[in-house]
């Protein structure tokens, strides 16, 4: 499939439509995205994906649609560890709700181009070198023994990079300047707030792609069936971040489960490339085994978060969106010193 252009022109045209319907009809004021249009846009996003499975299933068989189901189950699965961070991002930055769709958006956009580069490259480089298979497949397990021994963790923005350096070397405004990403005041261009938190979540889901690409190429090498996976399960994570941003505390089960999963399948990329090169008859996990098993890791793991209740629950997103006048007053004084700070080192 890889190799007919016509399959990626119309499945691009496909996603620009989308993209502008979604931008250009539905969202085109600042509003607050309400558990129910949530709902009707993660059912339309999964509804898409399995009539787009279902074609595949007609014109290219059952292989390439496992293929396709695998690879689209895991990285929706791997999605919801995005939503963990987006919460930490939004709750860290105090962003407003109405704004959190627009910082989406774009920061989905330029992760599909960033995905897209990736996917050709890696697909590129396996095609020639297929020992790089068993490499991705090292790499998994490692960022699955990472996983798994973080736990709970939340990673501390202040020390962000992307962070610094927009705080030492730009001019950024102490509040929100409604949806806009710069402005220009007093004859100087200021950026807000708003693009902090898109270069904090685009760098954030550059570090996700590492891992969840290599997972998929473990799936199918096929970078057609690669991409398109990829894609859904990214146009469908807006709507599921809105969905379950108020309730992702609850499943967490999910990140073991999720650890198990990719290290099952990286040690399915890396024994199935080793016994290419030592056995007379290598070992294949067919891709049937490989999408039973990740369901039901997954499924167990969603069931005992849901059984076995945390005590220690913080807040949902539904209350941590909303900051408080001394949440807000705090974020604008922490703003306030860093932006004296650079006034101090640039002498404006």
């Known amino acids: 499939m890889a190799t007919n252009p016509w399959f990626w022109i119309l499945f691009n045209l496909f996603v620009i439509a989308m993209l502008a319907l979604d931008l250009g009809v539905f969202n085109r004021k600042a509003h607050r995205i309400g558990v129910k249009e949530a709902a009707i846009w993660s059912v339309a996003w999964i509804s898409l994906a399995l009539i787009f499975n279902a074609g595949l299933y007609h014109f290219e068989g059952p292989e390439i649609a496992m293929q396709f189901l695998g690879g689209y189950l895991l990285e929706k699965s791997l999605s919801v560890d995005n939503i963990f961070v987006f919460v930490m991002i939004f709750t860290y930055f105090a962003t407003p709700a109405e704004y959190q769709h627009r910082v989406l958006y774009w920061g989905i956009l330029t992760a599909l181009v960033l995905r897209g580069g990736m996917i050709l490259t890696g697909a590129a480089l396996i095609s020639r070198f297929d020992f790089l298979i068993g490499i991705f497949g090292l790499l998994l397990i490692v960022t699955a023994i990472r996983m798994f021994r973080s736990g709970d963790e939340e990673g501390d923005l202040s020390k962000n990079v992307v962070v610094k350096m927009t705080q030492r070397f730009f001019r950024v405004t102490d509040d929100y300047r409604g949806q806009h990403f710069t402005i220009v005041e007093h004859g100087k261009r200021w950026i807000t707030p708003l693009l902090v938190v898109l270069l904090v979540i685009e760098t954030s889901d550059v570090v996700f792609a590492v891992d969840s690409i290599p997972a998929v190429f473990g799936i199918t090498t096929d970078p057609f069936i690669v991409y ?74 969603v069931a005992a978060s849901l059984v076995f209740p945390r005590r220690d629950l913080k807040p949902s997103l539904a209350e941590a969106t909303e900051p408080t006048r001394e949440e807000r007053l705090q974020a604008q004084e922490e703003l306030r010193r860093h932006q004296k700070e650079l006034a101090d080192v640039t002498g404006d």
Do not use: C
């Not at 990329?269 to 070992?283: K, Q």
């Open 228 to 301: 398109t996976s990829n894609i859904f399960a990214i146009l469908g994570l807006r709507s599921l971040y809105f969905l379950l941003a108020g309730v992702v505390d609850k499943f967490h089960y999910l990140k073991l489960g999720l650890s198990l999963v990719l290290g099952f399948v990286g040690a399915k990329m890396v024994v199935e490339t080793v016994s290419d090169y030592a056995m007379a008859h290598p070992i294949h996990v067919p891709i049937q085994w490989s999408l039973l098993i990740i369901a039901i890791v997954l499924g167990i793991s």
